[in-house]
DNA sequence: ATAAATGCAAAGGGTTTGCAAAGGC
DNA sequence: GCCTTTGCAAACCCTTTGCATTTAT
């Protein structure tokens, strides 16, 4: 909410309800979850008010944006960590996050190798976790 | 169209059609770029049988589906590398591929390190190919 | 009181589906 | 002829936009 004082923005209700629910997320939420976790407060808010508050975050660099190949996308907040990298469960959904160093040289190297400038990269490691390899149906 | 008869279904000017574009691609098709190839081909053919003749050939493994985060899939004929990475230019979209066994053994590692089943991973670098950084505007 | 945010509903892009017509077998 | 595929259009999901209304300042 200082980031909306800061640069002169009503401080409504609705987003500080959404901003609320995506920066202390543990999980990565989708637009539709942010709306049901909001209204499950106590607060409704409409569809287009979740996605424009979204977009106000992601501007602010409050809030980062990731892309699982789900179809959608998902939110969560940007953190002290830099950059890292996302392990998702392909049967319960889970993501676990992890940094590693060597990857993010790895992936200059081989760009600049081809004659990139590297600008980014995404890794996304699909498997099975723990808790889903024990119960066999879940 | 071996896959298409030994599976007894029928071969229609439409499916050759598709099949022959994708499969002979260089590039990474969408839909859409499909769909007006064929058409260009002289055989225009509908969206929907576009998306049902991919479906096929996805079931048949002899295309593989990408999604580099633009907002939907794009299409790359299952050639003989059994798995490799993307590198995509940000400015001019053309799509490099690369193969590190490094990185297979990376993720296989640190996956179990966090108690997942590996399947499998997805890792696309963004950046700016030789060419693009040539022309400052293309 | 002004200027912006909200919410609804309609529109938009990519993809899927229902069903009558066309076509392979 | 039987059965599948085609093609159109409508439906679908996620997201954005238009506009009248509400609200923060």
Do not use: W
């Amino acid at each position: 909410m200082a980031y909306l004082r800061e640069h002169n923005l009503p401080v409504t209700a609705q987003r500080l309800a959404i901003a609320d629910v995506l920066l202390t997320s543990e999980r990565h939420l989708s637009a539709e979850e942010v709306a049901q976790e909001v209204s499950s407060r106590g607060r409704a808010v409409g569809t287009a008010t979740v996605y424009r508050a979204i977009d106000t975050l992601l501007e602010s660099g409050l809030l980062v944006e990731r892309d699982f190949g789900e179809g959608f996308r998902r939110f969560e907040p940007a953190r002290d960590i830099p950059h890292h990298e996302h392990l998702v469960c392909t049967q319960c959904g889970k993501v676990e996050e992890f940094r590693d160093e060597r990857l993010e040289r790895m992936t200059t190297i081989v760009a600049e190798s081809r004659g990139f400038a590297r600008q980014r990269h995404r890794l996304v490691i699909h498997g099975v976790c723990r808790e889903c390899q024990r119960g066999t149906a879940g």
